[in-house]
C-alpha cells in the first residue's frame, strides 16, 4: 500500500517548533539551520521512496540519528573551545597581566594559591577585575556567536510571551537565592566580587556606584550572553530538556567551587525552565540580576548585620511571602489554558545525545580540567 503524499517526505527543520516563540523567531530559526554548510544545524530530509540526503552536510548521511550526532558532535567542539579560552583568561592570562602592570609600577598584587585575590589601589583592583570579567566572557562569545553566526531575533529573543511564567521565575529565584545564600554565601569563592564592593565604600561615592553596577548587572548581563544566548538556543534543536541539562552542566563546571558549581548548576536550570516558558531572554537576565542582589544582600548581612537581625529576617521573608502569593495566584488561575507545547521528538536518547556532545577530545579536556580547578581549589581552600 502506497503511503499518502504527507507521509513520504521526512523533514526534521520543518517539523520542529519552538515552544512560546513567535513566527518570525521560527522562521528565522529555520533559516539557521538550513544555511549551506552549517555543520552546527540539525537539518536533515528524506524522501521515502528516494535516496537520502542532508542538504547541509558535506556527505550523506543515511538516518536523521547520524545527522543528529554529527551536529552535536560540532557543537560540543565548538563550545570546548570557547570556554577552554574562558578557563585560560581566568588562570593563566590574569597572572601574565598582573605580572605586567606590577613591572610597569601599577600597584596591584595577587595571592596565587587557593581562589586568586587582588589586593592594591582600589580603583586598580576593580578596574582589573572588572576587565578580566568582561574579557573570559566576552572572547567565548564571540568564539560562539561568530561560528553559528545566528541572527539576533534568534540568539536573544527578547518579548516576554507568558508574563505569569515571569512572575513565577521572578519570585521561584527570589526563593531559591535565598536558600542558596543562607546555604552557601559563607563558603562562595564569588565572596572576592562581594568584598571589593564592601571595601570601596571608602572611596567616591560614583566608584561605589560603579561598582555595584558592573557586579550586579553587567556582569550577569554578559554572562546570560553566554550561556543563554546562542549556546542555549543552537542546542534547543535536539530538544529543550537536553538545552537546560548540558547548559547547566557547563555553566556548573565553570566555577572552581563545589559549593558554587552547584548553586550555578541549580540557578541556570531555573533560569533556563523559565526563560524556555516566557520564550524571552530578558527573563535569564532579570532572574540573574535578582539571584545577584540577593547573594550580595546576604554576604553583607553575614558580614555585618549578623545572621537574625533585622535586615536578615527582611531579606528572608520578603521572597517567602512574595512567594506564596504567586503560588496562590497560581492556583486560582490554574484553569487557564497551558499555551507551552509538547517537546519536539529527538532521534536519539539522552544518553546518546550526551555522548555525542560530551566525549569529543576538545570537550573531555575542557572538562577534565575543570574538574580539576574544582578539586584543587577544594583542596587548598
Known sequence: MELPTEEKLLDVVEEF???????????????????????????????????????????????????????????????????????????????????????????????????????????????????????????????????????????????????????????????????????????????EKYRLISEVNRSEDHWVIIYILFTVFIAPLFSELLFHGAMFQSLRQFGDRFAIGAVAILSALLAHNPHDALRLGLLTLLISFFMVRTGSFLTAVIMRIIHEIYMFAMFQIESYGGMFSVYWWFVVLFPVVVGLLNVVAIVLNRGEKEEYRAENPSYMTIWDQATAFFTSIPMLIMLVTCVLLIVVTFMLG
Request: charged fraction near 20%.
Open 17 to 191: 517548533t519552538v515552544p512560546q516563540q513567535s513566527e518570525a523567531y521560527q522562521a528565522s530559526y529555520r533559516r539557521w539551520r538550513r544555511r549551506k554548510n552549517n555543520r552546527y544545524a540539525f537539518c536533515f530530509s528524506k524522501n521515502m521512496k528516494e535516496a537520502t540526503f542532508a542538504e547541509n552536510q558535506a556527505v550523506v548521511n543515511e538516518t536523521p540519528a547520524q545527522a543528529e550526532n554529527s551536529a552535536l558532535h560540532s557543537l560540543g567542539i565548538l563550545f570546548a573551545w570557547a570556554l577552554m579560552l574562558y578557563l585560560v583568561i581566568e588562570n593563566v592570562i590574569d597572572k601574565i597581566v598582573v605580572l605586567i602592570a606590577q613591572y610597569m609600577g601599577v600597584r596591584i598584587e595577587m595571592v596565587y594559591w587557593g581562589e586568586s585575590r587582588y589586593y592594591g589601589e582600589d580603583q586598580v583592583v576593580f578596574l582589573f577585575t572588572a576587565a578580566l570579567q568582561i574579557l573570559k566572557i566576552l572572547v567565548p562569545i564571540l568564539v560562539i556567536g561568530l561560528a553559528l553566526r545566528m541572527s539576533l531575533r534568534t540568539s536573544v529573543p527578547c518579548r516576554v510571551r507568558n508574563k505569569r511564567y515571569f512572575l513565577t521565575g521572578v519570585s521561584a529565584v527570589m526563593l531559591l537565592s535565598v536558600v542558596l545564600g543562607i546555604a552557601f554565601v559563607s563558603r562562595s569563592a564569588e565572596l
